[in-house]
């Protein structure tokens, strides 16, 4: 269910008034970004090297984490968002290059990228599998997938119930984010190798996008 006003074109640009209202709220809770997160970005994104492609990178959070050699590739869908990831690039001297697109069909040849990033962007994507396969293409061999998700709680559990009955109200007000994927569980199917996922819990205010998956996925 979508009520909003976002217009997507067939490339998956979005442009709009609840687009250019979410890329403005995501682009002022860095410094809450920064307590929930900051320890696992600087672990996972810190040593990255050569060619990194972010999905959904939002307002650039994890820009300033990237070693400054690294040639960075936003694929960004909210247009809004893209004026804001230039400028931030810019200030840090990264060597940025700022896309629309969507996850699930990436605009770059098969193994072309070092790694690839997706913070809470996968519970957003629409074609899960299909996002995961186009990581997995745009991989080189040896290249990473890290990522960073809320995902479902442990089926069964009060909080799982939750996540279920709350996502479609959840899908209009957060843009489309589904609070109870198993996304995890995914990335374990979709043909990786080596696959470190743990799990924490974030101190968020709402319970229901608290348990998440951290981790890292590697292509043969
Ligand atoms: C919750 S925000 C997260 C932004 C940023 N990665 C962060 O950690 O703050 C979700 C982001 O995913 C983007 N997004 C939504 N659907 C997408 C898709 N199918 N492919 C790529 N990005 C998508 C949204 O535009 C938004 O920037």
Redesign the pocket.
């Known amino acids: 269910m979508r009520t909003d006003d976002t217009a997507r074109t067939a490339d ?1 640009v ?1 442009r709009g008034l609840s687009a250019r209202w ?1 890329a403005w709220l ?1 682009s002022h809770g860095e410094g809450f ?1 920064r307590e929930m997160y900051g320890a696992w970005k600087r672990d996972l994104l810190g040593p990255l090297t050569g060619t990194v492609v ?6 650039g ?2 820009l300033p984490y990237y070693d400054a050699d690294v040639q960075w590739i936003g ?4 247009v809004h ?1 893209h004026p804001r990831l230039r400028k931030k690039a810019a200030e840090l001297g990264l060597d940025a290059d700022v896309r629309s ?4 069909r990436i605009d770059l040849p098969n193994a072309s990228a070092d790694a690839v990033v ?4 996968l519970c ?3 074609d899960l599998d299909a ?1 995961l396969a186009e990581i997995r293409r745009v991989l080189k061999p040896g290249g990473v997938f890290v990522f960073i998700e809320h995902v479902a709680a442990p089926e069964a559990s009060r909080l799982c119930r939750l996540q279920r009955a709350i996502k479609p109200l959840w899908g209009v007000i957060a ?3 589904r609070p109870d994927r198993e996304t995890g569980r995914r990335i374990e199917a979709a043909g990786f190798e080596d696959v470190q996922i743990e799990r924490f819990e974030a101190e968020m205010p709402l319970p229901v996008v608290r348990p998440h998956i951290a981790g890292t996925a590697r292509k043969a």
């Open positions: 998956g979005r979410f995501l970004d972010e999905v959904g990178p939002g307002g959070v994890n694929v960004e869908p909210n968002f697109g969507l996850a699930e997706s913070t809470l962007v957003s994507v629409n996002a843009d489309g984010c």
